[in-house]
């Protein structure tokens, strides 16, 4: 299994991003999707998490300016981001879990800075 994220960038404060995650290869049973960040320094948490069933969590600080969705049908997990914050600025990373695996799959990191 792979994952793709693409869609970041450098953005000034309050502006907005969308960030996308595909994923291929022998996918079984995708149970969630989500996007973690790590800022330089800092551990990796999570932002963003949706089931299959579209039950979505979020970061409190993060609420109520992303929104994280899916399309089961591509495997592709999304997330928008608005009014952004020079401390959302970090390395995002896409994230499934796959039940038939039970185990993870993490793509590689996409660069989101957002100046102030």
């Known amino acids: 299994v792979q994952l793709q994220a693409s869609g970041g960038g450098l953005v000034q404060a309050g502006g907005s991003l969308r960030l996308s995650c595909a994923a291929s290869?022998?996918?079984?049973?995708?149970?969630?999707m989500g996007w973690y960040r790590q800022a330089t320094g800092k551990q990796r948490e999570l932002v963003a998490r949706i089931t299959g069933g579209g039950i979505t969590n979020y970061k409190d600080s993060v609420n109520s300016r992303f929104t994280i969705s899916r399309d089961n049908a591509k495997n592709m997990v999304y997330l928008q981001m608005n009014s952004l914050k020079p401390e959302d600025t970090a390395v995002y990373y896409c994230?499934?879990?796959?039940?038939?695996?039970?185990?993870?799959?993490w793509g590689k990191g996409t660069q989101v800075t957002v100046s102030s």
């Open positions: 994230n499934i879990y796959s039940d038939y695996y039970r185990m993870e799959f």
């Open positions: 290869g022998r996918i079984r049973s995708i149970a969630s």
